[in-house]
């Protein structure tokens, strides 16, 4: 229904502005099913935006609106890895020219993402086969995107009170956490200038990774904080070697969803990178012309928006209770 | 024009036909169909089409063919599948899937056109027996002994979601009449329409009596990219998800040398 209607809407306003032009659908090999290319490419271009503005993966925003739009979700999540992979290859070639990225500590990092990558697509499979998958994609969205939109949305006010007060505020980088520095199997990272404890980089590589196969997400927007907070990696190599990270992952769950799964659509990921490039670099401009705490601020609400929509879902009674699935195998 | 010329054979034949019956003895009564095309290809701009089935009576009585009590149904079958049905239930305030329910053999599309409501065709055994109408398809549960599943609302709820998907479509009145021995049946191929071999099926009644039965086969398939990008993800999943990263990593690294700055 929502489809038909933004369907129609788009229709419309492409036939104003391109006549001839305004019944532009493409049939999508893998999801099985045609859909209109303007819809597609804007909401590559419009989530690539809002990425490049705030300067974040955007495939937390990707994935439920391309869920929103019908897409089977098993299709949104692997396909939505693949477009990570062409989003975050531009964004690691940069860090490497200037050098910001901690190899040693990607690589580490990297050695649990694989590892939570292939858990992550065993147990999409087997969700899906249970016919479960649909629903446990929604549940981590909802907790996911609202314990990161508030947290986003309360730092930002706060932030924003804060420099009412006072012109600058020094940000305290929290001392490491003394269960951290206890930890065994320590390992000496020269690039971030650490003396850490490998199992807390493979911990946090390896859930990054799990979230990357289910829910088509880089996951920087859980690693980028645990390791400022938790690892205490300088702020300079975070973004990079997190990139680092997040590429390869994807790169791996997309082999492995294609090998596993057969729900990886290279048309529909196609659209989406190409509006999402070219979206990414108009937003990264009007960033620069937002402040930080309110960019932060917009973003949380943004976040939280689309958690409320799909709680929503979750917990009102659906118009239709009943729903099909392959029978294939037993 | 491939229509137009299959209609002009179709008549030719059908002349040539009769002319060939008065010789024979009591001739049977029957029905021939063709279809407009015999393959349905998707393309990347595929967005569903029509398939007309022309058909023929064949030795009718002169007198019932004028009074026009034959009556035709032709149903186009998609290939078989096997299909889960879920009902959703709530637990701990949320809407998760509970029971379900397996069917095998559950034609994956599956379109009617009539020429009349089917019950003044035939009466409600023969519509069964047939699997004429949209209730009649046959659809068989796998179910365990113990099992306490009310399916004819799992099998009502198939039937739904098929029709909402476009997949299951009844028509009636939409076979016509073009002369007393002549028809055709406009039948919607949907954009999601299964690929594979499909069954146009043509049942003949006379006075609510069904008469006898045509068929013909239609090939659904994925054409050119649709095709090979589909059969590689299928049948060598591992190249086609090496493949779509390097077309990722193209991409990222086009835009990176496009726009980028640092």
């Not at chain 1, 400022?228 to 790169?251: D, H, K, W």
């Not at chain 2, 179709?10 to 024979?24: C, K, T």
Request: hydrophobic letters at 50%.
């Amino acid at each position: 229904m929502v489809r038909c209607h933004i369907d129609r809407l788009v229709s419309v306003l492409a036939f104003r502005c391109l006549p001839g032009c305004h019944k532009v659908n493409i049939y999508l090999p893998i999801a099985e099913m045609s859909v209109n290319v303007f819809v597609l490419f804007g909401m590559g271009a419009g989530v690539g935006f809002l990425s490049g503005m705030f300067g974040v993966g955007g495939g937390f925003l990707m994935t439920p609106l391309l869920i929103f739009y019908n897409i089977p979700p098993a299709v949104a999540v692997a396909t939505e890895a693949n477009q990570i992979v062409a989003s975050s290859f531009s964004g690691a070639i940069a860090h490497f020219r200037r050098a910001t990225v901690d190899i040693k500590l990607g690589m580490m990092l990297l050695t649990g993402g694989i590892a939570g990558s292939a858990l992550g697509v065993a147990i999409f499979s087997s969700l899906r086969k249970a016919g479960q998958l649909d629903l446990i994609i929604s549940i981590l969205y909802v907790v996911f995107l609202g314990t990161i939109g508030s947290l986003m949305l309360i730092e930002s006010l706060n932030a924003i009170r804060r420099n009412r007060g006072k012109e600058e505020t020094v940000t305290e980088v929290p001392t490491q956490q003394s269960w951290i520095a206890n930890l065994p199997f320590k390992m000496r990272f020269h690039r971030s200038q650490l003396y850490l404890s490998v199992i807390p980089v493979l911990v946090l590589g390896m859930l990054v990774g799990v979230l990357a196969s289910i829910m088509g997400v880089g996951g920087g927007f859980i690693m980028v904080p645990a390791m400022i907070y938790l690892l205490r990696v300088p702020t300079n190599v975070v973004i990079g070697t997190s990139l680092f990270q997040i590429m390869f992952v994807t790169m791996f769950t997309t082999i492995a969803q294609s090998a596993t799964n057969q729900t990886v659509d290279i048309v529909l990921a196609l659209i989406l990178m190409i509006g999402g490039v070219i979206g990414a670099q108009f937003g990264a401009q009007a960033g620069q012309k937002l402040r930080g705490e309110q960019l932060r601020a917009l973003l949380g609400l943004i976040v939280l928006a689309v958690c409320v929509r799909l709680g929503w879902d979750l917990v009102t009674v659906p118009s239709e209770l009943f729903s099909l699935g392959a029978g294939g195998g037993h | 024009m491939r229509k137009l010329a299959l209609f002009v054979g179709l008549i030719s034949w059908v002349f040539a036909a009769q002319a060939m019956a008065a010789n024979v003895e009591t001739p049977k009564t029957d029905v021939q169909i063709g279809l407009s095309s015999e393959t349905v290809e998707i393309a990347s701009n595929f967005d569903g089409t029509d398939i007309v089935v022309f058909g023929s009576i064949e030795n009718g009585e002169p007198e019932l063919l004028a009074a026009n009590r034959y009556d035709i149904v032709v149903v186009l079958f998609g290939p078989k599948e096997e299909i889960v049905v879920r009902r959703k239930e709530r637990k701990l305030g949320v809407w998760v899937n509970g029971e379900s329910l397996r069917f095998g053999d559950v034609p994956s599309s599956y379109s009617v056109a009539t020429t009349r409501p089917l019950d003044e065709i035939t009466d409600a055994e023969d519509a069964r027996i047939l699997q004429i109408g949209l209730k009649n398809i046959n659809v068989l549960p796998e179910l365990d002994q113990n099992s306490k599943i009310d399916i004819a609302v799992f099998r009502k709820s198939l039937a739904r979601l098929k029709v909402s998907k476009d997949l299951f479509l009844e028509r009636i009145g939409g076979v016509e009449f073009l002369s007393p021995t002549l028809f055709k049946a406009k039948l919607a191929v949907p954009a999601n329409v299964p690929i594979g071999k499909h069954t146009a099926h043509a049942f003949l009644f006379r006075d609510g009596k069904f008469v006898n039965a045509q068929f013909a086969e239609m090939r659904v398939q994925k054409i050119g990219f649709e095709q090979f990008t589909y059969d590689l993800a299928h049948q060598n999943g591992l190249l086609y998800g090496i493949i779509a990263v390097l077309i990722a990593i193209a991409t990222g690294w086009l835009a990176s040398v496009v726009f980028g700055k640092d």
